[in-house]
């Protein structure tokens, strides 16, 4: 283990690196979550409808992304999909990590709407609602609530399934620790340092949910 | 029921329209391709030190990158280092990920199945390293005993030819870290990578230099007319000295020039 004196000095003098790496890494995460709710939504609402085609093909997509490694998933949308089409390195790596939480996240909206008691589906349909009226007024808006603790986390698992993109070239928190730390003879050092902004940025998002959570519950009073 | 048909059909179109989407390289007037039309971009790992490596403000730099810029500039583009895994660097190429890859690739008749090779831009070859109070002389003491190499070099089928034993890294400086650590009886690699690890402190001593080997810049096949515009970049560069330079400046002496 580094003295603890060396890990500080280390720490301070690679500030610069790690918060440059710190923002990507957070970008990668934000960008592919919301993209992720995005597919979650679109895939969860397939899931739940009277068209029996449809929840078959999101039960494929859900089965195709549960059944495969992230890792290998992030590799063929990196080398497979350049064939066809080319996508900026970030952009790979976004759309390879949202395909992954969006089959997770389409599993939590599934859940939390159908968790919601049938009578209120009703109860908008005798107002005189149609049925995707209803879902988008009445359904989805309390769903969403239901949704928002599983949510948070599927958001901190995004974050560390993230460092995963270090082996696409993606110079974000864990490729700058492993190549420093390699490069100096010292990867403990460097683990550890990158150990605290990965806690740093999960302790920021817990925060963040928890003062939506707050927030979206008031109106329940 | 008439929503949902058209969703269903809306969203097949836009399978559809990405599967057929094309890529598309910029095409240039010689008839070359490029991933962007005024930038030359190339591939090395970042884990050959002193080809490629990676600075603490993780910039790229090395023998490698140094010759990558100088072939960019002699053909009047901007020259863009890419770094990735050495594993994956003829794949990138391939898929159009890079230009080309200027990192230490040793041509060989199967890569050259996959990909294209250019002129040499340096000789070198593997080197047996072991501890200082090794045995180990020559490739035939080998026999039995736990060579480690790096995962996707050539060396690994080296190492293949004398010993059955593999022990496998991400890259050369693990492998070599870990024979200077204890583990393994040797350790095959580049000679210059050896020498380097050397001066760098690691306790390790080169033995048999086992072959010769000629490493070249790998472009992808269906790219001839790239094939050809580097190659003549490269003769410039070896004919006003600049290979050269770069090369006395990272070893000490040339190693660009065909060995007698």
């Known amino acids: ?221 | 029921m008439m929503k949902k048909n058209i969703l269903l059909f809306i969203s097949i179109l836009f399978l559809i329209s990405i599967l057929s989407a094309c890529a598309e390289k910029d095409k240039l007037a010689d008839g070359s391709e490029l991933v962007n039309k005024d930038e030359f971009v190339f591939a090395a790992s970042g884990e050959f030190a002193p080809f490629s490596y990676m600075t603490n403000d993780m910039k790229m730099k090395g023998f490698d990158v140094e010759v990558g810029n100088a072939v960019a500039k002699e053909m009047g583009l901007k020259p863009v280092p890419k770094r990735l895994k050495f594993k994956g660097i003829v794949e990138g190429v391939k898929t159009g990920r890079a230009d080309a890859a200027v990192a230490s690739h040793t041509i060989n008749p199967l890569r050259s199945k996959h990909v294209a090779f250019t002129t040499p831009y340096y000789y070198s070859g593997p080197q047996i390293f072991t501890r200082p109070d090794s045995k180990i002389k020559t490739a035939d003491d080998l026999k039995g005993k736990e060579v480690a190499v790096a995962k996707g070099s050539t060396y690994a089928d080296v190492a293949g030819k004398h010993t059955s034993n593999l022990k496998m890294y991400d890259s050369d400086i693990t492998a070599l870290k870990a024979l200077d650590g204890g583990r393994h009886d040797a350790v095959i690699t580049d000679f210059v990578t050896g020498k380097t690890a050397r001066k760098e402190g690691f306790k390790i001593e080169g033995r048999q230099l086992i072959e010769r080997s000629e490493q070249a810049i790998v472009i992808p096949k269906d790219n001839p007319k790239l094939v050809k515009r580097v190659n003549d970049a490269l003769e410039n560069l070896r004919k006003d000295g600049t290979l050269k330079k770069i090369s006395m400046k990272y070893f000490g002496e040339d190693i660009t020039t065909k060995p007698e």
């Open chain 1, 1 to 221: 283990m580094p003295s603890f004196s060396h890990f500080l000095s280390t720490f301070g003098e690679t500030k610069g690196v790690f918060i440059d790496a710190m923002i990507l890494t957070l970008k990668l995460t934000v960008v592919s979550v919301l993209l992720g709710i995005i597919i979650g939504l679109f895939f969860a609402l397939l899931k739940i409808s009277n068209f029996k085609v449809l929840g078959w093909i999101s039960d494929a997509y859900v089965f195709l992304v549960r059944g495969t490694p992230l890792i290998v998933q992030i590799f063929i949308l990196y080398f497979g999909l350049s064939g066809i089409f080319l996508i900026p390195d970030f952009w790979a790596a976004a759309l390879a990590l949202a395909f992954h939480n969006g089959a997770y996240i389409s599993e939590i909206f599934r859940g939390s709407i159908q968790s919601i008691d049938q009578g209120q589906m009703e109860a908008g349909r005798s107002l005189g609602m149609t049925q995707s009226l209803a879902m988008r007024r009445i359904i989805l808006p309390q769903a969403f609530r239901r949704a928002l603790p599983p949510l948070g986390n599927q958001f901190i698992i995004g974050l560390k399934d993230s460092s995963l993109a270090a082996f696409i070239s993606m110079n974000e928190l864990f490729n700058v620790a492993t190549t420093l730390g390699s490069n100096n003879f010292d990867e403990m050092t460097y683990l550890l340092i990158v150990a605290i902004y990965y806690l740093i940025l999960v302790a920021l998002l817990t925060l963040a949910v928890n003062v939506l959570e707050k927030k979206l519950a008031k109106s329940d009073r």
